[in-house]
């Protein structure tokens, strides 16, 4: 997710604008995110969660790395599709807002798969859906998002850029190097290891690709409120 660039003063604070600078080369990979909740919170599903939270607004917590980060808009798009209210504790990393959610100080939390898999194994978390399209190999039995509120998606994706201007033969030349290396099958055990599937495509389905994301990212910066700090 490429959010910084969508927070509202958040280019003013920086001395390029990503969109207009930077030349797409190559996709390389996507994470998706799971959705965690202590152990106390009665919601056993993501329709249970809905309930819950529209029938106690504003009691139940949700922890993220900080304002502005993928944790926390996944949480945001949440919010906005299933029309309920959580209240964002932001924390300065994942690692802190992940402690903050074993503590029950915060409830509910958007984080990644590999941060999380160990606390759901382990029963110290509950695993309600994962932000993928699909459900993932790593949590067969979680449901994705989307089953309970069709069109959600949410995951951090990873990619080559170079600025703009630079010769189409360097732009070509490097996403044959990318997507070469992308189709090695160790490269996708190593991915899949790290929670993240690959992600190959051309310059052009990149550059498309950022577009989508910047529209539909700044409808949930925009409903958040969400401002750089």
Not at 50 to 76: C, D, F, W
């Amino acid at each position: 997710m490429i959010v910084i660039i969508l927070i509202p003063g958040a280019q003013q604070s920086l001395r390029f604008n990503f969109i207009r600078d930077v030349a797409p080369i190559a996709s390389i990979a996507r994470t998706p995110l799971v959705m965690v909740v202590n152990p106390s919170v009665p919601a056993k599903t993501v329709p249970e969660l809905i309930t819950y939270a529209k029938a106690h607004p504003g009691t139940l917590n949700m922890g993220s790395g900080g304002t502005g980060t993928s944790l926390h808009v996944a949480g945001e798009l949440f919010k906005m599709m299933a029309q309920v209210d959580l209240f964002h504790v932001p924390y300065r990393g994942g690692a802190p807002a992940l402690a903050g959610l074993l503590g029950g100080q915060v409830q509910v939390m958007f984080d990644t798969l590999p941060g999380t898999l160990g606390h759901v194994k382990a029963r110290k978390l509950r695993a309600l859906a994962v932000t993928a399209e699909t459900r993932q190999t790593s949590l067969p039995d979680i449901p994705s998002m989307d089953e309970f509120l069709p069109g959600y998606e949410a995951r951090g994706w990873y990619g080559l850029v170079v600025p703009t201007g630079t010769p189409a033969d360097i732009v070509d030349k490097l996403n044959q190097e990318v997507n070469s290396t992308l189709a090695e099958s160790k490269i996708e055990t190593q991915l899949a290891e790290l929670g993240a599937m690959k992600f190959a495509g051309t310059p052009a389905a990149f550059g498309d690709f950022i577009a989508t994301e910047t529209q539909k990212w700044a409808k949930v910066v925009d409903f958040a409120g969400i401002k750089a700090e």
